[in-house]
């Protein structure tokens, strides 16, 4: 296994690889990696709003109350699915992560809070094993700037979910208010590698985290794509004053 230090200094990117497939598999093991502290590391990093967001994001599927079928793509440790599940509690979810560590995370925390309508799925975000149309929304946290192919992803996921449904792309933005666009850049490119590398004991990890918003498009040039791939209405809400964007398009 290769570690981060060797691959630490391409482009000041710290995940390096610039094939795509090296690179999606160093993004899948450092993951793995930081599953340990990445619950509490999230509570640090957004002074415990992380969860408060992905309510709101979950509100944004706009199910009704009837049995629906949700994916909640690289959910990580489960926090949106569980989100889901408090929103539409007679909704099924299913959690889906390319990372096995951290769903494990996720399906512990599911058995403490006996969480039983989630199914757990080992699935790339980019060939996603599911037919067409057969998912009644799609919800997605922190996922898109870690993608090797955004649009590819982007397709996947409207090619999963039936007409009329919803998908919802939560992810951190740049924020556009000029004095705080300064002191975010210092939190967000400076203080985060550190408390990781203090925290998680994984500075590269916590490193990366700021690279992969630096080459991610703003939020309104996120809905354009959005739109090119077909999404329809698709519209966002702005969290966190302004680092956090809540895309939703229908499909
Ligand atoms: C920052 S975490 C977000 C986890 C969770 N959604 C949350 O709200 O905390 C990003 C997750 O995306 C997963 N991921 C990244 N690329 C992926 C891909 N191509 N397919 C599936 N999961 C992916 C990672 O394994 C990781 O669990």
Not at 151 to 157: A, G, I, K, Q, T
Request: charge should be positive; glycine fraction near 6%; hydrophobic fraction near 45%.
């Amino acid at each position: 296994m290769d570690s981060m230090a060797d691959s630490s200094t391409h482009n000041g990117d710290p995940l390096g690889a610039t094939d795509p497939h090296a690179r999606a598999r160093r993004i899948q093991r450092m993951f793995a990696r930081i599953t340990p502290r990445y619950d509490l590391m999230n509570r640090l990093m957004t002074a415990g709003r992380d969860q408060h967001w992905r309510r709101i994001a979950a509100h944004m599927l706009q199910l009704d109350n009837a049995p629906r079928l949700v994916l909640d793509l690289a959910t990580g440790t489960g926090d949106l699915a569980f989100a889901v599940r408090q929103a539409y509690p007679n909704a099924r979810v299913i959690a889906a992560d390319f990372s096995e560590p951290i769903l494990r995370a996720g399906i512990r925390k599911a058995q403490r809070r006996n969480e039983q309508a989630c199914e757990w799925l080992v699935a790339d975000a980019l060939r996603l094993p599911f037919p067409d149309a057969c998912f009644d929304g799609c919800t997605n946290a922190f996922l898109l700037r870690n993608v090797v192919d955004l649009p590819l992803c982007l397709h996947e996921m409207r090619r999963v979910v039936k007409p009329g449904g919803r998908v919802v792309c939560m992810e951190i933005t740049h924020p556009q208010t000029p004095i705080f666009k300064q002191a975010f850049q210092v939190y967000f490119y400076r203080l985060v590698p550190l408390i990781g590398g203090a925290i998680a004991g994984d500075l590269s990890a916590y490193s990366y985290l700021p690279n992969s918003l630096s080459r991610f498009p703003p939020a309104e040039l996120l809905k354009r794509i959005m739109q090119e791939v077909g999404y329809r209405e698709v519209s966002y809400r702005l969290l966190g004053l302004g680092t956090v964007a809540v895309h939703v398009g229908v499909v």
